[in-house]
Nanobody, 125 residues
Framework: QVQVVESGGGLVQAGDSLRLSCAASARTFNRYNMGWFRQNPGKEREFVAAISWNLGYTKYADPVKGRFTISRDSAINTVNLQMNSLKPDDTAVYYC??????????????????WGQGTQVTVSS
């Protein structure tokens, strides 16, 4: 069983930056693909960014390309999401997810097996 815990959410203004972190409990963190998703009330949870466990391949949703960066620090079992030039549309609860499947940047929420509780990000205009 893997536990993932998000941190770093908060209230910011449009144009500001925010860094989310996800700590994973797995002893074999180096073999887990990681992803970030977000969700607003009444809407489906949507893909934001993902990173593979091998070679660190990344994928991003179109709305965040060029503004968000996902990275992993295997020394401390952490995945980060650096969010720049934030917009009000980025407001959501952000979730970290993990799986131990073949190394790939997975974009479907159905392919992730472990989820955190989420952290709220609110961007005011």
């Amino acid at each position: 069983q893997v536990q993932v815990v998000e941190s770093g959410g908060g209230l910011v203004q449009a144009g500001d930056s925010l860094r989310l972190s996800c700590a994973a409990s797995a002893r074999t963190f180096n073999r887990y693909n990681m992803g970030w998703f977000r969700q607003n009330p009444g809407k489906e949870r949507e893909f934001v960014a993902a990173i593979s466990w091998n070679l660190g391949y990344t994928k991003y949703a179109d709305p965040v390309k060029g503004r968000f960066t996902i990275s992993r620090d295997s020394a401390i079992n952490t995945v980060n999401l650096q969010m720049n030039s934030l917009k009000p549309d980025d407001t959501a609860v952000y979730y970290c997810a993990a799986n131990s499947r073949d190394s790939r940047a997975y974009v479907s929420r159905d392919e992730y097996d472990y989820w955190g509780q989420g952290t709220q990000v609110t961007v005011s205009s």
